[in-house]
């Protein structure tokens, strides 16, 4: 399994609550965090962004993949028409959250959601 992360840096306790979440091993994560100029135009600065991602569409395409999103809408919407694109379905989702009550805040994994059975369901297809 490979993990892709496209936020903040996660942890040995956050890689273990996804392994269960996913109910596999991560073999491999690659932590891939794309900032953005607020005074440039957004599409071109993704594009440049993703021509520097580590593993190309074809190594995404044959191995399960699950993906921790950014914060950003706009990054969180071209990001998932991006690997779909690449993988022809959609990544399954982890959901990352700041753990309630902790300090210092630490970030917990609590949520899987795979995207292409939420897709396949609306569709009937399930």
């Known amino acids: ?56 569409a074809e190594e995404v395409r044959n191995e399960p993949v699950a993906v921790v999103l950014p914060s950003a809408n706009f990054l969180v919407a071209l990001i998932l028409a991006e690997l779909h694109a690449w993988m022809d379905y959609f990544p399954s989702i982890l959901l990352v959250r700041i753990q309630p009550y902790g300090l210092p805040p630490r970030f917990e994994v609590v949520e899987l959601l795979d995207l292409q059975q939420i897709e396949d369901s609306a569709r009937g297809i399930n």
């Open 1 to 56: 399994m490979i993990l892709i992360n496209f936020s903040s840096q996660l942890g040995q306790d956050q890689i273990r609550q996804a392994e269960s979440l996913l109910r596999a091993p991560i073999d491999q994560v690659i932590h891939f965090p794309i900032r953005l100029d607020s005074d440039q135009l957004v599409l071109q600065q993704f594009k440049s962004a993703m021509k520097k991602f580590p593993l190309s």
